[in-house]
C-alpha cells in the first residue's frame, strides 16, 4: 500500500512532468540573484500549471509568520525563498483547490516530494542528507 511507503515513494509522473523540473533546475533554480532565479520559478509554474491544466497561481517571494503557503481565493503561492520543494508542496494544494478536492496535507508533501525526487534523485538525496527536506525521515530513496 502506497501509503506506507515514505512521501518520496508515493507518486511517479509522466517523463514530460520531470522534464519540466529538470530544465528548470538546469535553467538557474539554484543559483543566479533571487530575481533571476524567482523568475526560473515563475517559468516551471507557467509550465507545470498548463501541463495540469490549471490556472497559473501568482508566485511571491516576502517573509511572513505563515512561512510558505497557498492562498486558493487569490490563487497565490508565497514562499520565503525560491525552494523547488516548498513550491511543488503549494502547486499540490492549488492542485487540490483546482479539482474542488478537500485541502490536507499527505497530497501535497508526496507530491513535492515525489517530484523533486523522481526529477532529481541525487539532489533530493543530498537535501535529504544535510537534513534540508521535512517530511523524510525513514526509509530510503532507493527501497
Same mark, same amino acid.
Given at each position: 500500500d502506497g501509503m506506507n511507503k515514505p512521501y518520496w515513494l508515493r507518486m511517479s509522473f509522466p517523463d514530460a512532468v520531470t522534464s519540466i523540473v529538470r530544465s528548470s533546475l538546469k535553467a538557474g533554480l539554484w543559483r543566479g540573484t533571487a530575481?533571476? *532565479?524567482l523568475v526560473v520559478l515563475k517559468g516551471l509554474?507557467? *509550465?507545470l500549471s498548463a501541463f495540469y491544466g490549471v490556472p497559473a497561481c501568482s508566485?511571491?517571494? *516576502?517573509q511572513t509568520p505563515l512561512g510558505p503557503h497557498y492562498i486558493p481565493g487569490d490563487g497565490r503561492?508565497?514562499?520565503d525563498k525560491v525552494s523547488i520543494t516548498?513550491?511543488?508542496?503549494?502547486? &499540490?494544494?492549488?492542485l487540490l483547490h483546482c479539482r474542488s478536492k478537500p485541502q490536507q496535507e499527505t497530497f501535497p508533501r508526496a507530491f513535492s516530494l515525489s517530484l523533486f525526487f523522481r526529477s532529481a534523485p541525487r539532489a533530493f538525496e543530498a537535501a535529504r542528507a544535510s537534513? *534540508?527536506?521535512l517530511f523524510t525521515e &525513514? &526509509?530510503?530513496p532507493h527501497a
Open positions: 530575481a533571476e *532565479r509554474n507557467e *509550465r508566485v511571491t517571494i *516576502r503561492i508565497v514562499l516548498s513550491y511543488l508542496h503549494e502547486l &499540490g494544494h492549488h537534513g *534540508r527536506l &525513514g &526509509g530510503t
